[in-house]
């Protein structure tokens, strides 16, 4: 019955399946560009900091711009980031000598998801209310979890049946689809006329957290499951490649 939670929830479809594809696809570009384990997990460090430092001011961004604006942005970003990539793979100029090049894509990207998580789980409260809320947030959960499973798997074979281009062409293509998707939503929620120091706000958030113990307890718990699981997801490539010698379509079930 909520026509723009339908439009959001097919967005965060294609971008939930873009982000998927890539978590196979840019390991193991890495790994196979560099040929170094040690490489990949300076990239996946390297690529982690920005997140936390963006998304810091990616909350108050979203306090102060519309959702539907700061959504549409990022969308377009990855989608960029994404073409990019693959004009790079397709005309031969990201090779062995060029790998920094993907260093650069991996703090773009991380910068743009922590700048974009915030709205993207905000907004849902803007667009469904009342008794259907924890519905909805029921519900997008649910479609970021299938594609969880089902990307990786596809993006492997992609990648193992016509290279590394034409996954970064089809990521890029359903983030170009969920920027149209975003297009057609309507403005929901107000923007405060009052703007404080960001740093403040930044300060006020963590004092709020810090004073909350169940809160406290969710993101403590939360975050021991990035040096326990993350570091395992990004060197799935050099069991794929090196171990078990399965490539891409290999990995990608691994990952899925």
């Known amino acids: 019955h909520h026509r723009s939670f339908r439009l959001y929830f097919i967005a965060m479809l294609c971008q939930t399946a873009a982000f998927n594809m890539n978590q196979v696809t840019s390991p193991l570009l890495v790994y196979r560009i560099t040929g170094s384990a040690a490489l990949l997990g300076v990239v996946s460090i390297v690529g982690s900091v920005p997140?936390?430092?963006?998304?810091?001011?990616?909350?108050?961004?979203?306090?102060?711009?519309?959702?539907?604006?700061?959504?549409?942005i990022t969308l377009a970003a990855f989608a960029a980031v994404a073409l990019n990539l693959a004009i790079l793979l397709t005309s031969g100029i990201l090779k062995p000598a060029t790998w920094w090049i993907l260093v650069i894509n991996t703090v773009v990207q991380s910068s743009l998801m922590g700048l974009m998580i915030p709205t993207r789980h905000a907004i849902i409260r803007e667009i469904v209310s009342g008794d259907l809320l924890m519905n909805a947030v029921a519900l997008n959960n649910m479609g970021g979890s299938s594609f969880l499973l089902l990307a990786p798997a596809a993006a492997g074979f992609i990648i193992?049946?016509?290279g590394f281009n034409a996954v970064y062409f089809t990521i890029a293509g359903f983030y170009a689809l969920g920027v149209?998707?975003?297009?057609?939503?309507?403005?929901?929620g107000t923007i405060s006329a009052v703007h404080r120091n960001p740093v403040h706000e930044i300060a006020e958030g963590f004092r709020y957290i810090f004073s909350n113990r169940n809160i406290l307890f969710v993101l403590g718990f939360f975050l021991l499951t990035v040096p326990l699981a993350w570091p395992f997801r990004q060197l799935v490539a050099v069991f794929a490649d090196s171990v078990f010698h399965v490539g891409g379509k290999g990995m990608g079930i691994l990952m899925s």
Do not use: N, Q, S, W
């Not at 997140?51 to 549409?72: E, N, S, T, W, Y």
């Open 51 to 72: 997140h936390i430092f963006f998304a810091l001011f990616g909350g108050v961004i979203a306090d102060r711009m519309h959702k539907k604006h700061v959504l549409f």
């Open 180 to 188: 149209g998707l975003i297009t057609l939503m309507p403005l929901t």
């Open 160 to 162: 193992d049946g016509f």
